[in-house]
């Protein structure tokens, strides 16, 4: 007999059902099924929408509460915060709004200018800072981009090179970023993916990065990753102003009949 979602949730350990509790309402939150201003349901119901006990979902809400979506106030209830609110580079809220669709691609080009107020500085850091083997790790995400030959292995490569040059900083806040970028490009992957020309295009200017970082000139470094993340939000604006209105991009078919092209590069 299968078990009901209930039931297995009742069995699995406390902080497993804290994670699905605070899973499912951060995704309720942040997807607008329980909206800006409106207050959760009381804990006993709760309580028995999820089949656990008061503390998981004083706990999932306390959780929720330290990353600014909702306040709790004795007498007066939980409440959604506005947006301004939420702490957006917590790793489990930007996964949250992105969720299993595209993503808003306002709250995405707002991500994008967050990456390049931080990663043209990363890079000018990890030119002065780097080791060799910092540099080394950048190299081999540089090589496994330049010979992926399909989707998945293209996005590793991609994300292990960002990755790479933010651990090369030796900042440990800017280390602080690491989840917040790993989800960020994600988020752009999911809109990126099949539009035509953001690998081959982009390429040259993350080989540039890499060879700045590796000669050690921070200059460089800094204007190669502007251009990384300056072609790709005008690629995301592009597509943005070229979406139909169902909010699908139309893509020329002549085009992608022509050549089988990788996938992008963010």
């Not at 503390?55 to 306040?71: F, P, Q």
């Not at 200018?113 to 540089?142: F, G, M």
């Amino acid at each position: 007999m299968a078990r009901s979602p209930t039931k297995s949730l009742e069995r699995g350990s406390k902080p497993g059902r804290i994670n699905s509790v605070l899973t499912t309402l951060g995704c309720e939150i942040a997807q607008d099924i329980i909206p800006i201003g409106a207050t959760l349901p009381p804990e006993p119901e709760l309580e028995a929408r999820f089949g656990v006990g008061r503390g998981v979902i004083r706990e999932a809400i306390k959780t929720l509460a330290a990353k600014g979506m909702v306040s709790v106030r004795p007498r007066y209830g939980t409440h959604v915060l506005p947006r301004r609110d939420w702490s957006l580079l917590d790793r489990d809220v930007l996964g949250w709004l992105v969720g299993g669709g595209e993503p808003d691609r306002d709250l995405l080009m707002a991500i994008q200018e967050v990456r390049l107020i931080i990663e043209p500085a990363a890079a000018a850091l990890a030119a002065t800072r780097s080791t060799k083997q910092d540099r080394l790790r950048i190299e081999a995400a540089l090589v496994g981009m330049e010979t992926s030959h399909d989707q998945e292995s293209a996005i590793k490569a991609d994300k292990a090179f960002h990755l790479a040059i933010l651990d090369a900083t030796h900042n440990p806040v800017l280390q602080g970023f690491r989840g917040a970028i790993d989800t960020i490009l994600s988020a752009v992957f999911l809109v990126a993916v099949g539009s035509p020309g953001w690998f081959e295009d982009n390429l040259p200017n993350h080989a540039a990065a890499a060879r700045a970082i590796a000669a050690g000139d921070a200059k460089k470094a800094k204007t190669a990753m502007e251009q990384v993340l300056g072609y790709t939000q005008f690629k995301l604006s592009k597509r943005r102003a070229t979406a139909s209105p169902e909010g699908i991009t139309r893509v020329s078919t002549a085009t992608t009949k022509k050549t089988k092209r990788k996938p992008h590069v963010s």
